[in-house]
Nanobody, 120 residues
Framework: QVQLVESGGGLVQPGGSLRLSCAAS????????VGWYRQAPEKQRELVAT???????DYADSVKGRFTISRDSAKNTVYLQMNNLKPEDTAVYYC??????????????WGQGTQVTVSS
C-alpha cells in the first residue's frame, strides 16, 4: 500500500548539484522514518542520509557538509539536496520508509531508484 517514487537524478559534473525527490503515497510520514540510500555497481547498498525515530538526522561521513535531507509533509515528499558532487557519489539512489527503530536492511518499503552519475 506504500509507494515511493524517486526522481531528480541525472548526469552532473564534479562540483555540481542535484536535488532528489521521493514522493510517497498517503501520509506515511506520520508513522514511518524515511531515509536515502545508494548502491553503486558491485557494491552493497549504503546509508546516505536518514531521519531517525528520535527526530534527528544521520549522515554518512562521506556526505556530511555536502548533502541535506529534508521533507515537505504537505506534499508527501522527501528531498535530498546534493552539493559539491564527487565521482564517488555515482550510484543509484533509493528512498526507504520504515517504522521507527526498524532496520532499513530488512524492513520498510523501497522506491525504484534514480541514477546519479557524476563525471567530467
Amino acid at each position: 500500500q506504500v509507494q515511493l517514487v524517486e526522481s531528480g537524478g541525472g548526469l552532473v559534473q564534479p562540483g555540481g548539484s542535484l536535488r532528489l525527490s521521493c514522493a510517497a503515497s498517503g501520509n506515511i510520514f506520520r508513522f514511518n522514518v524515511v531515509g536515502w540510500y545508494r548502491q553503486a555497481p558491485e557494491k552493497q547498498r549504503e546509508l546516505v542520509a536518514t531521519f531517525t525515530g528520535l527526530g534527528t538526522t544521520d549522515y554518512a561521513d562521506s556526505v556530511k557538509g555536502r548533502f541535506t535531507i529534508s521533507r515537505d509533509s504537505a506534499k508527501n515528499t522527501v528531498y535530498l539536496q546534493m552539493n559539491n558532487l564527487k565521482p564517488e557519489d555515482t550510484a543509484v539512489y533509493y528512498c526507504n520508509a520504515r517504522p521507527p527503530f526498524a532496520d532499513w536492511r530488512s524492513a520498510g518499503h523501497w522506491g525504484q531508484g534514480t541514477q546519479v552519475t557524476v563525471s567530467s
